[in-house]
């Protein structure tokens, strides 16, 4: 028997759901290594996916109310086997990306021990799988807690932190620090030849993960109301606390020195140091792991609370399906953990740790557009017999933007070491052809039984 759901979230708690899903704090570095070309990368990512994403979401959340989020947006769009596929990939590409994550957490944490530790495979691997099971445990605790440290995370371990690095840099400024990156309109336009094309989709995709707050419909009260003032109001702080955090970070370390895993830390701990503040570096250390913890139990169980839906309806085993007293899909949770494991373990054997976050990032984002399409053309067909124009450009902008940014993720960055062009293609390939031919063999199988 299905535990009874609670209408335990409103608008405030909707929207520090969907801040600490988006707001990825992993892909400041990269963005800092812009400099002043951020403010037009993140100007144009907003205009082409944040906020075409966040109105069909919004849309889609207020007039589909029903428990699943997006595998029913596309399921009622395409039918039940496209619907599987996309709560699939919607639960495959973060599968794929937590071992990155986690290790971004573990390698964060070693600051407030020893960051020599951070060169110890053994050390990073035993955090990263201690930090994972952790973040299983307290997911389990279902809908409640998490909404809790979601809040937590959002305004301690992202709010409070930004608005801190933030006021560093205006008083980098104010004193006439040197800053490592040029202002002015000349600079504003990033060359594509510096800015990696290949980091497109990586960039798009740091916007990207409005839809997780439809997840959870059966436990949000008055959703009509509720979805569109939580998602309008999360657009508004992800927007600032990204295009400003980055800016801080590009003011004072060089662009050749960012670093994809250590750059946030570098970042605070340069502006401490050169305010005489480093007692405060392991304090905001403390505050980024909340937010890092938040992040990850956002992406434990949205995405798993949607696979569970289609394995109520035929396509996976039915236990998988289940949910415990808390109103979790426990044996989803666990099973992710399992995988999460194993990869976490595979990623941190490779000899070059660096290129292979970046190609498990990759690999994740490619999934991920994958389904944004899906999303974008759900709304499409599911609104084409009204008269929303503005929500028609909005899926069309980002069916677009998704393609190109597919497209340009093939291409890699000249920034990290990947094997040569044809290795790195083949690994992208051959990966992708698994990952998309799963879901096809599971509806296969279900349609035999």
Known sequence: MQPTSRKILGSFALAMIAVTAIIDLRGLPMMASYGFGVIAVYGLAALLFLIPSSLVCAELATTIPEQGGMYIWVRQAFGDKMGFFSIWLEWLNNVIGFPASLTFIAVTLTYLMDPALALHKGVILTLTLSILWLVTGFTLLGIKASSRLNMLGALFGTIIPAIIIVILGLAWVLIGKPLQFQPGWSHLLPSWNESNPGFFAAIILG???????????????????????????????????????????????????????????????????????????????????????????????????GLAVAAQNGFLPKALGRSNKKDVPAAIIIL?????????????????????????????????????????????????????????????????????????????????????LFHYEMILILSNLVFLSIPFLIIYRSSRL
């Not at 959870?216 to 109001?233: D, E, G, L, M, Y």
């Not at 690999?363 to 084409?384: D, G, P």
């Open 336 to 420: 992710q953990a399992v995988i999460c494991s194993i990869l976490s373990v595979v990623f941190l054997l490779m000899p070059d740790i660096s290129s292979a976050f970046w190609v498990l990032l990759n690999l994740s984002s490619q999934s991920a557009l994958i389904v944004y399409i899906l999303i974008f053309a759900a709304a499409l067909k599911l609104r084409s017999s009204s008269k929303r124009i503005g929500i028609t450009c909005a899926a069309a902008i980002g069916i677009l933007t998704c393609v190109i940014a597919l497209l340009t993720s093939l291409i890699p960055p000249s920034l990290i070491h990947t094997g040569g």
């Open 207 to 305: 916007f990207g993960g409005m839809q997780i707050v439809a997840f959870h419909t059966v436990n949000v009260s008055n959703p009509k109301h509720s979805f569109p003032r939580a998602i309008f109001s999360a657009v508004s702080i992800i927007i600032t606390i990204c295009l400003f955090t980055a800016l801080a970070i590009a003011s004072v370390v060089p662009a050749q020195e960012l670093n994809l895993i250590s750059g946030l830390i570098d970042g605070f701990n340069r502006f401490f140091l050169a305010f005489h503040m480093a007692w405060a570096t392991p304090v905001l250390i403390s505050l980024i792991i909340l937010s890092l913890f938040a992040t990850l139990n956002a992406w434990f169980l949205g995405p798993a609370r």
